[in-house]
């Protein structure tokens, strides 16, 4: 029975040590210049800021990601970035799941105070983030979102009705708050 309790004893010891060393490292990474992969970062402290005319926002249309930043609170954020006739759009999902509750505190604070910065390569582009809830422009945005995220998914809706399907979904998501997407305008 003694040995039954050291090795508990050591078990417990070892998962809580390793849950306050991933607490401390996640806490200083929330210091850093931009976000870490899936972990907010601090406010941006590198990159050069743009200053021309806007942009011609189709070098983004197959970029993966970006990183942005709200200036109320700095804090930074990987996301993904949907370009559409020289708009640029971040979309937030699982807004209503209770992960979605506890993980994404953004879009709350992006609807109260929406400027931000936007970074991609090295340059950062004053933004202010625009909730979409209605507009034309959504079935192509959420079409663009699945051309280029869903489409990497293995067993993803592969033909038309399902892709059809699918996209009807999401605008239903839109309506009901499962999905936010958000335009980044200019300043």
Do not use: C
Not at 10 to 24: D, K
Not at 107 to 129: C, F, H, M, Q, S
């Amino acid at each position: 029975m003694g040995v039954l309790v050291r090795v508990v004893k050591f078990l417990l010891t070892a998962v809580i040590g390793i849950a306050i060393l991933a607490g401390v490292v996640v806490f200083a990474l929330r210091f850093g210049d931009g976000p870490t992969a899936i972990i907010a970062g601090g406010a941006f402290t590198s990159g050069e800021t743009w200053s021309g005319d806007e942009p011609d926002w189709s070098f983004v249309k197959d970029r993966e990601e970006v990183e942005f930043q709200l200036l109320d609170p700095e804090r930074s954020r990987t996301t993904w970035i949907v370009e559409h006739e020289g708009r640029i759009y971040i979309p937030s999902g699982y807004m209503k799941t209770t992960l979605g509750k506890l993980w994404k505190q953004w879009p709350a604070e992006a609807e109260k105070d929406g400027r931000a910065l936007l970074r991609v390569d090295d340059v950062i582009y004053p933004r202010t983030l625009v909730r979409v809830k209605e507009s034309p422009v959504l079935p192509v945005i959420v079409s663009e979102l699945e051309r280029k995220y869903l489409s990497q998914i293995p067993d993803a809706h592969t033909d038309e009705a399902g892709r059809q399907a699918m996209r009807e979904g999401a605008i239903v998501q839109i309506a009901n708050d499962e999905l936010w997407i958000f335009e980044l305008t200019p300043r």
